[in-house]
C-alpha cells in the first residue's frame, strides 16, 4: 500500500460493513486512525497498521 492516505481520504477495505458499504473515509489518520462507513456513518476506531493492510484502494 504505497498510495497517499490522509484525512478526508475515501478508501475501499477488503471486507465491506455489515451494512453492505465497502468505502470509508478516514476521519482521523494517526497511530490509531478513526474511519467511518459511508453506508452508516458508523465510525471504526481502528489501528494504522491493521488500517492499511485492509484497504484494497485508496479512491481519493
Ligand atoms: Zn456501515
Known sequence: MTEEIKEGSIVVLKK??????????????????????????????IDRVDLKKRIKKVLQ
Not at 17 to 41: A, M, Q, S, Y
Request: aromatic residues 6%.
Open 16 to 45: 465491506g460493513h455489515p451494512c453492505g458499504e465497502n468505502k470509508w473515509e478516514i476521519v482521523r489518520f494517526g497511530t490509531i486512525c478513526k474511519i467511518k462507513c459511508l453506508g452508516c456513518d458508523r465510525i471504526v476506531i
